[in-house]
Every structure is written in C-alpha cells, then in structure tokens.
C-alpha cells in the first residue's frame, strides 16, 4: 500500500538500510556532516585544490622538511628576515659579488689582508711632513750611499770633526830632491787637501805632492838643501 507524506520516520528505518543509490546527487549538505567526520582516506587524492585552502591555512608543521625547492620561492620572497642569524656562508656568495659598498667602514682588518697583498699602487695618501727634528733620529745605515750631496748640506756644517783625514809627515833629506811616506791602506782612494812646512825648514821651492795608488806620499822640491826639510801633507781619505 502507498506511504502517506512524512509516514516513514527515523525509527521506521533499519541500521544500514540506506544506501548510496537511495541517495540523490547533492543530498548530503555540510550541516548533514558531523565536524572531525571526514578523515583522510574519504579525500580523493588531488581533490584538495588551492581554492579549498583558507588563506595562512598551511602552517610550517604541514609542510615537509626539504619539500619547499627554488621553483616554488617567488622572486624577492626571502627578505633578510627570513635569513637565519651566520646562514649566508662563503660557499652561498657568489665569486665578485660582495662590492665595495656592502663592505663596512673598518670592516677589512690587517688579519684580513693576505700578505704581499698591498702594492704601492693601493696606496693613496700624501704623506705628512717631517717636522724637524725627527724622532728616532735618522741613522747612518738608513742613509743610501752617495745619497748626501752638496745641496743638502747646510753652509759651514762640514767641520774639522766631520772630516776623515790623515795628517802625513813627509822629509827630504839633505840635498835630495824627494821624499816619501810609503804605503798606507788607509790613504788609497784618497784626496791631497793641502801642506804646510815645518818649522826651520831651509827655503826650498815646492816642485809637487803625489798620492800614489798604494797610499804613499811622496814629495819633490827643485833643488836639494843643506838640511832636512819637512812637510805635513793633509790627506782627505776615501769613504
């Protein structure tokens, strides 16, 4: 017999007793579905689409380690505050990419500079003057040879103290022409500055003074005396 609208109720139903094909498409609303209800295995695989998420939805405990690769970063993404505290590591910069304007004021240490590193073409400053007198003072060995020339030599600086000189005694003897001192080391090389005769000696006229290569001295006269005649030759020697 025909069922009145409404006659069949809850308790009229048996357990189990519908089935999917006594359900019409699109009966089972939300508010018909228990929450917690719907577990993993009742969703289709790929039936989770971008539209089925709510937005900040995907926390980073969802995610898998090592799942997130380059193509799914957008570009400028990863702003330094995503960048983890000594993460950016020498093998991470690329060769000539850290410029002069990303280096710190005082940043390059002498630690940092490898040695033989700074050529005089890395060197840009004037040098300060020297304020006389300098301290340490500059010592001999750090003067080059030949270095001090005339013009650096201040009028009346040269004295009798500075100069390395030998005073040699030379006598001719009665009624000879010449005399000499013999060999010296310490006179070759040298220079004759000048003479002076002893006293008493007999009016002789002076022919010439010779320093020879071995470091004698020797002296002529033109015509020989009675006496001995003496003569102090002043010899500048060699540096």
Same mark, same amino acid.
Do not use: C, H
């Given at each position: 017999?025909?069922?009145?609208?409404?006659?069949?109720?809850?308790?009229?139903?048996?357990?189990?007793?519908?089935?999917?094909?006594? +359900?019409?498409?699109?009966? &089972?609303?939300?508010?018909?579905?228990?929450?917690?209800?719907?577990?993993?295995?009742?969703?289709?695989?790929?039936?989770?689409?971008?539209?089925?998420?709510?937005?900040?939805?995907?926390?980073?405990?969802?995610?898998?380690?090592?799942?997130?690769?380059?193509?799914?970063?957008?570009?400028?993404?990863?702003?330094?505050?995503?960048?983890?505290?000594?993460?950016?590591?020498?093998?991470? +910069?690329?060769?000539?990419?850290?410029?002069?304007?990303?280096?710190?004021?005082?940043?390059?240490?002498?630690?940092?500079?490898?040695?033989?590193?700074?050529?005089?073409?890395?060197?840009?400053?004037?040098?300060?003057?020297?304020?006389?007198?300098?301290?340490?003072?500059?010592?001999?060995?750090? +003067?080059?040879?030949?270095?001090?020339?005339?013009?650096?030599?201040?009028?009346?600086?040269?004295?009798?103290?500075?100069?390395?000189?030998?005073?040699?005694?030379?006598?001719?003897?009665?009624?000879?022409?010449?005399?000499?001192?013999?060999?010296?080391?310490?006179?070759?090389?040298?220079? +004759?500055?000048?003479?002076?005769?002893?006293?008493?000696?007999?009016?002789?006229?002076?022919?010439?003074?010779?320093?020879?290569?071995?470091?004698?001295?020797?002296?002529? &006269?033109?015509?020989?005396?009675?006496?001995?005649?003496?003569?102090?030759?002043?010899?500048?020697?060699?540096?």
């Amino acid at each position: 017999m025909p069922l009145l609208p409404n006659e069949v109720k809850t308790e009229n139903i048996a357990n189990s007793a519908v089935t999917t094909p006594k +359900i019409a498409d699109d009966q &089972i609303t939300s508010a018909k579905i228990k929450d917690g209800a719907i577990k993993t295995e009742k969703i289709a695989a790929g039936a989770v689409s971008g539209s089925k998420l709510a937005d900040n939805a995907v926390t980073g405990s969802k995610i898998r380690d090592g799942i997130v690769r380059s193509e799914k970063i957008a570009a400028g993404a990863v702003t330094t505050a995503k960048i983890g505290e000594l993460q950016v590591t020498s093998s991470r +910069i690329q060769d000539r990419a850290v410029t002069t304007e990303k280096i710190a004021n005082s940043a390059v240490t002498t630690e940092k500079i490898a040695n033989g590193s700074v050529t005089p073409a890395k060197l840009s400053f004037t040098p300060p003057s020297i304020v006389r007198p300098i301290t340490p003072p500059v010592t001999a060995d750090e +003067i080059g040879g030949l270095q001090v020339t005339s013009s650096k030599l201040q009028d009346n600086a040269v004295t009798k103290s500075k100069l390395s000189y030998k005073v040699v005694s030379i006598t001719v003897p009665a009624l000879a022409l010449s005399g000499d001192s013999g060999p010296d080391p310490e006179l070759v090389g040298g220079q +004759i500055l000048g003479f002076y005769p002893s006293a008493g000696n007999s009016p002789v006229q002076l022919r010439q003074i010779i320093l020879s290569p071995s470091g004698s001295v020797s002296v002529s &006269i033109w015509a020989g005396s009675a006496a001995d005649n003496t003569f102090d030759v002043v010899v500048l020697k060699s540096l």
